[in-house]
Each structure stands twice: as structure tokens, then as C-alpha cells.
């Protein structure tokens, strides 16, 4: 009993001391957490001061005037409807930043990101989205950035404010500004119900439908391992319907109910798929289709007559114009030229696992993976889908130090299918530091211009002048507001933005493809 005793005592006398150091710690976390709350504030002035002194080099007009009120908003977080304040000046501030912020916004879409997306080591997508929410939180909600600047809310929660404000037109940060720093909640769960609450009150539900429909997309996304995640935007009803469909279809075959889904007479249903695989086999076995709006090819010369006012019966005329109007069904097509050159992917086996001369050892560490478009997949599932059938094969050849595809070339300005191939593989994503758009749809750009009079002196069409450009950057340079050069030696890519500003970039190392040269290396010196 004496032993239990002091074993009590002094576990007592330990949550005394641990509750004293835990006191301590949490004391040093939140001065920490403030401080670091005012470095992320002031990044986000850094930031929005970049964007503004961008936007003044890259437009082609004088916006100093424009940019310098601008600034004076963001730097004057005044709180609007205080108690003290003038009526007319609460509603002509309104309007300075209502009508701030809309500049702000049709600019970040015809500011060059890619000096910013360089300096924080992001995407200019990434970028765009940033400067965005800056633009939303320290110009449209002041009194808000009042209350993160003083201490009063954390970052992390005027950070979510912020992005919310993005979703909303500019008429409505004003009553959103105000209606933020009216929430009296303890937790960040209950300030995000909140927030969607007093959006709820501000955006109209004819404002909201409109914007759910006009913002209805589909997202993909791949992880690790093969996994690849789908994810569609839209109008509930739409979505409720759709897996109605996929689940009804499920449903079906899991009770065996074969004649609606057309299975003949004679033949059972013994399918041992679960109700989740059998959906997602029917949504991604599916064929695309929809309908379109469609112009009757002489609606021309009916919209001339009706321009004539002399004798024409308007409402005759009117209806003629409708007429020409009309939804048309469409059909994804099944014919394999259009899939080749629309709906293609992009499949790279290892060598070694395409011949399936693999060890059959489960943990060896050199099986290596194949991929799809860029990411990986085992290389049984790669090796299945180079044997569909549906499948051209090219032989890629890649330097085994770092995995990138090797050079080869051609004589011509057509860029050869292997050659597109081997140049997608290689810089896998648009070429310019800081997109992150695929290389699988971009444009494949000459970087010294072909010569169509003269191919001799003129650059090639190799391997070494080609890379992908999406199409916006590729217009850029087309333009010449971006310039760029390749060295010989190295391989590298010099980009010259606006401004005058350089950034290097060189393809991305492949670790699937060292692991590759790796397991070659390895079988010709057993």
C-alpha cells in the first residue's frame, strides 16, 4: 500500500508540473501565432503592392491616377457605417471601393503573374487567386481588415472572409463588410456556418442560381498510387439526378433485375461488383452527350430583312428569327481518328514492364511505375492498357541521371505524332516558370522560328527548338511580350517577361525514369 501511495503522489505532483509548462507553452503559441498573423498581413500588402506596380508597367495606358487610389483604399481600412460617421461619406466610400475593387478585378486576368508565381516559388495560377483575395479583403472589406490588423480576429479566419468576399459581386462587400465584424462567435467552425449564413441574406436566390449555373464545372485531380479524383460543380437538381441514374442502374443489377438495363432473355445477372464500383463504372463507361444551340446557316440574309423597317410585319419577322434558332442533340463520336487526335491520352511504360520481364518478388522496390498523362500508375495497369488494342506504341528514350526525355529531331515544320509525344513527356507542363498547365494540350512552339521559304536557315524542328506553350502564353510571345532562348549546352530555357525580368526553367526531373534506369542498370550487372 506504501508503494501504491507514492506512485499516486508522484504522478500528482507530475500534473502539477505539467500543467504549469503546458500554461507556459500555450502562452509562447499564441504570441508566436500573433506574430506570425502580422508577417502573413503584411505578405499580403507585399503582395497586393506588387500586383499594383505590375499592373502599372503592363498596362498600355497611364493608370498611375487609378493604381494611386487604389492604394490610399488599401491603406485607409476605415470602418465603414461607424456610429460617428457621415451618412454621404459612408456611401461614397461604398462606391470608391465597390467601383476599386471591379478594376481590380478585370486587371488580374491582363497583369503578367509570372515574376510573383517565381518569387513565392508558386503557379500564377496559385498567384491570380492570391491577389484576388487581397484584392477583396483590403480594398472591399475594410472595417474587416481593421479587425485582423488590431488583433481582434486571427488571420486564418480573415482569411476565409476574404475568399468568401471573391465569390460575391462587388455591390455586395459593403453590407458583407459590415455583417463580418457583427459575428460574435469562439471557434472557427461556427464563424464559417456564420459567414454562410449572412451571404445567404445578401445574395438574392435568383443571384445565387445564376451563379451556380454560370459557374458549373468539372475538376480533376490525381494523387499518388493511380488514384485519380472527378469532381463536378453545378446545380444540385442536376447532380441529385445523376447519381438517381447511376444508383438506379446500380440497384438494378445488384437485385439481379436485367430486362430494364436490356440484358437478353436467357441471360442472368452473377456481376459481384459493389453498388460504389458499379457506379463509377457506368459514369466513366458512359458516352458524353448534350445538346447545343444551334443557327440556321441562312439566318443572315433573315436578319438583314429584318433591319428593313418598310413593310416588314416585326412581329412576322421575329418569329422567322426564332425559327432559326434551336437545340441540337450532340453525341461524344466513336470514330477512333477523332479520339486519336480529341480525346487521346498519353500512356508511358517502362520498358521492363511492358515486356513483363519484372521480378516477381512482391517487395521489390524496383517495379516501377508507368503513367497516365504525366502521373503514376502500376505497371500492371500500364501494361494493361498499352494491350487494349486502341493503342500506338513509341519506343521514348530517356537520360538515366535524371529521367528526362533525350532530343531526337526531324526535317520538317510538321511536328512528327512521336515527336509531340516524346516533347509532352519531356516538359510534362507549359514551359513558362510558374504554369501549371498540361503540356498534353498546349501548343508546341518553335523557340528560333521555322524558315517555311528557307527550312536551312531557319530553326528545326527538333526536339531541342520545340517546346509546349498553352495557348495563353503562347500568344504572349507571339506577341513578344515574353521572349525566350534556349543554351545549346545545357538545355535550358531563358525567359525574359516584362519588364526585363528573367527566369530559368529545364524539364523536371522524372524519378520514374531514373527508378527505370535504375532497375536496367541493375538487371545487366546481375
Known amino acids: 500500500m506504501l508503494v501504491e501511495e507514492q506512485v499516486i503522489t508522484s504522478r500528482r505532483n507530475d500534473a502539477v508540473v505539467d500543467t504549469s509548462d503546458f500554461a507556459d507553452c500555450l502562452y509562447r503559441l499564441r504570441s508566436t501565432n500573433r506574430d506570425i498573423d502580422d508577417r502573413r498581413m503584411a505578405g499580403l500588402g507585399f503582395l497586393f503592392d506588387a500586383f499594383l506596380a505590375r499592373t502599372a508597367s503592363d498596362s498600355p495606358e497611364d493608370v498611375s491616377l487609378q493604381v494611386d487610389a487604389v492604394r490610399e483604399l488599401a ?4 470602418a465603414l457605417g461607424r456610429p460617428d460617421r457621415d451618412g454621404t461619406d459612408f456611401k461614397n466610400e461604398a462606391e470608391q471601393r465597390r467601383n476599386a475593387y471591379a478594376w481590380l478585378v478585370e486587371r488580374t486576368a491582363s497583369t503578367s503573374l509570372m515574376h510573383m508565381a517565381d518569387a513565392l516559388d508558386t503557379t500564377v495560377k496559385q498567384v491570380r487567386s492570391r491577389v484576388q483575395v487581397a484584392a477583396a479583403g483590403l480594398v472591399g472589406l475594410p472595417a474587416f481588415t481593421s479587425q485582423v490588423r488590431a488583433g481582434v480576429i486571427g488571420y486564418d479566419r480573415y482569411l476565409h472572409g476574404a475568399r468568401r468576399a471573391t465569390t460575391l ?3 455586395h462587400l459593403a453590407d458583407f463588410d459590415a455583417g463580418l465584424v457583427r459575428i460574435r462567435v469562439s471557434d472557427m467552425t461556427a464563424f464559417k456556418r456564420a459567414v454562410t449564413q449572412l451571404i445567404a441574406t445578401l445574395v438574392t436566390r435568383e443571384e445565387r442560381t445564376k ?3 454560370d459557374r458549373r464545372t468539372v475538376e480533376t485531380y490525381y494523387e499518388p498510387h493511380g488514384l485519380g479524383i472527378l ?7 442536376q447532380i441529385a439526378l445523376l447519381e438517381a441514374r447511376l444508383a438506379g442502374m446500380a440497384r438494378s443489377v445488384i437485385k439481379g433485375l436485367g430486362a430494364p438495363l436490356g440484358v437478353p432473355e436467357g441471360r442472368e445477372i452473377v456481376d459481384e461488383r459493389g453498388m460504389g464500383e458499379l457506379m463509377f463504372d457506368f459514369l466513366t463507361g458512359s458516352q458524353p452527350a448534350g445538346t447545343l444551340t444551334t443557327q440556321s446557316t441562312d439566318s443572315d440574309s433573315t436578319i438583314v430583312e429584318a433591319a428593313n423597317p418598310a413593310g416588314i410585319d416585326v412581329d412576322a419577322t421575329a418569329e422567322k428569327i426564332a425559327e432559326t434558332l434551336a437545340e ?4 461524344c463520336p466513336v470514330d477512333s481518328e477523332w479520339l486519336k487526335r480529341q480525346a487521346r491520352i498519353t500512356i508511358t ?9 519484372n521480378t516477381d518478388k512482391e517487395d521489390d522496390a524496383a517495379r516501377v511505375p508507368g503513367m497516365v498523362n504525366g502521373h503514376p500508375i502500376s505497371p500492371e495497369t500500364a501494361r494493361q492498357l498499352t494491350g487494349t488494342g486502341h493503342s500506338t506504341v513509341y519506343r521514348i528514350l530517356t537520360d538515366p541521371t535524371d529521367g528526362t526525355v533525350l532530343d531526337h529531331a526531324a526535317k520538317t515544320y510538321t511536328i512528327p505524332e512521336k515527336m509531340r509525344i516524346a516533347l509532352v513527356e519531356k516538359w510534362q507542363f507549359c514551359t513558362l516558370p510558374g504554369c501549371d498547365r498540361s503540356a498534353v494540350k498546349a501548343e508546341l512552339d518553335h523557340i528560333e522560328p521555322f524558315n517555311h521559304e528557307n527550312p536551312k536557315d531557319g530553326g528545326p524542328t527538333s526536339m531541342g527548338n520545340l517546346h509546349p506553350l498553352c495557348r495563353e502564353h503562347h500568344q504572349m510571345k507571339t ?7 534556349r543554351n545549346p549546352d545545357t538545355g535550358m530555357l531563358t525567359w525574359t517577361l516584362p519588364g526585363g525580368h528573367q527566369l530559368q526553367a529545364r524539364p523536371p526531373t522524372n524519378p520514374i525514369g531514373q527508378a527505370h534506369a ?3 542498370l541493375n538487371l545487366t550487372t546481375d
Not at 491603406?75 to 476605415?78: L, N, S
Not at 469532381?231 to 437538381?237: L, T
Not at 511504360?349 to 520481364?357: R, S
Request: no cysteine.
Open 75 to 78: 491603406a485607409d481600412p476605415r
Open 169 to 171: 459581386e462587388p455591390e
Open 211 to 213: 451563379q451556380v449555373r
Open 231 to 237: 469532381i463536378a460543380r453545378g446545380p444540385s437538381h
Open 328 to 331: 441540337t442533340g450532340v453525341r
Open 349 to 357: 511504360v517502362p520498358a521492363l514492364a511492358l515486356l513483363d520481364k
Open 479 to 485: 506577341e513578344d511580350r515574353l521572349r525566350v532562348r
Open 518 to 520: 535504375q532497375q536496367l
